[in-house]
């Protein structure tokens, strides 16, 4: 394999929303992107999401985990034997727990197995060496998003917004010589996004999330519960900070009184109003927040964004990216810097008191 010089890397990412498994291959010399590859997606099935769901909060050991591994194992071999020409694979697995000021973070998945499995090199337990040296180990994505700001070419400060099961930002000085230097990344997540409102519409309706935000359209934000939500202290914490996905999953009960519809529009507010009190971390104004992930496709929220944001609020696919992707895009590039001896993350992105070169690497036979 090439040590230097751009190459094909497939990156692989199941997120926290539950749905499914996302795969894309991109270009890349793990500093700029010179092309965007194939993608696809492979759904998990309901008895395969029961038993993710079924070891959420659980740790190597625990009763369920090898189930919940091998569920992710043999959907990710099965959705990358369908791709030809990559040279690399970033393998993310899937999170199950995540205290990265406790027991740590784990993401299930064997990357050596699928290194045999797909004869390919593969990158994966990203997370583990920021957390160990004391970051956060999450986000991951933001010096991809700096790679991004690079590629569509942006001159003045912007944002990504990832909204999966948890929200996160990237705030980004594209002017800055690379992701590494000082003052050109603050990332941190913002709240819960996807998680809660998916956890209601399974526990209350048996449905995966809200599709179109049509149950939240048809309900009342309960704004009060919206303002006491946010006197959470965590929201106030500086940045770096990052969170499991279960650590509002409380909400759904402090809701019970509030009717289906209600209580999905006061969820959905409630993420919408954790970016905006984010807002505040930035180390100055962005001229706009650039929309990926899951979230981007509820109107409802994406609506609730513009309300309480003064700033441009856009989809990725408005500069030409694709936001069911990006996530697996960012672990394939990652897998290159790696590869190369290339930092991943450190103290803006994850809090990490250095820069930090995560992930393991497993070679086939």
């Known amino acids: 394999m090439r040590k230097d010089g751009a190459l094909w890397a497939l990156g692989a990412m199941s997120g926290t929303s539950l749905d499914g498994v996302d795969a894309a291959m991109i270009k890349t010399d793990g500093r700029a992107i010179f092309a965007f590859g194939p993608s696809a997606y492979r759904p998990y099935t309901p008895e395969e999401r029961a038993t993710l769901r079924g070891a959420l909060g ?110 996160n930002l990237t705030w980004i000085d594209p002017t800055a010589p690379g992701p590494e230097n000082p003052g050109a990344l603050l990332a941190f997540d913002t709240g819960p996004a996807n998680a809660p409102i998916n956890d209601l519409m399974q526990d209350r309706l048996g449905l995966d999330h809200d599709e179109g935000g049509r149950l939240a359209a048809a309900g009342e934000v309960d704004e009060d519960f919206v303002a006491s939500v946010l006197k959470d202290p965590w929201f106030d914490q500086p940045p770096p900070k990052s969170l499991d996905r279960n650590d509002f999953h409380g909400l759904i009960d402090r809701l019970k009184m509030l009717s289906d519809a209600d209580a999905a529009a006061t969820l959905t507010a409630i993420a919408a109003a954790s970016v905006a009190a984010a807002q ?86």
Not at 126 to 142: E, W, Y
Not at 292 to 310: F, K, S
Request: hydrophobic share 45%.
């Open 58 to 167: 659980r740790w190597p050991g625990d009763p369920g985990v090898t189930a919940a591994a091998e569920v992710v194992e043999a959907a990710h071999a099965e959705l990358l034997s369908r791709f030809t020409g990559a040279e690399l694979l970033g393998f993310h697995g899937q999170t199950l727990a995540h205290e990265p000021s406790g027991r740590g973070t784990h993401q299930c998945g064997n990357g050596a197995l699928l290194a045999q499995l797909l004869g390919l090199p593969t990158v994966w337990d990203f997370r583990s060496a920021d957390v160990t040296i004391g970051g956060q180990g999450a986000p991951l994505a933001p010096f991809y998003h700096f790679a991004l700001a690079r590629h569509i070419g942006a001159t003045e400060p912007l944002a990504f917004l990832n909204l999966g099961g948890v929200g």
């Open 280 to 365: 505040i971390h930035f180390p100055a104004p962005v001229t706009r927040i650039l929309v990926t992930g899951g979230g981007r496709h509820n109107p409802v929220l994406m609506a609730e964004l513009r309300r309480r944001i003064p700033c441009p609020i856009l989809p990725v696919e408005d500069v030409g990216l694709d936001g069911d992707m990006l996530e697996a895009q960012a672990f394939a590039f990652l897998a290159v810097r790696v590869l190369l001896k290339m930092a991943t993350s450190g103290p803006d992105t994850t809090g990490a008191p250095a820069l930090v070169g995560g992930g393991q690497i497993s070679r086939p036979d």
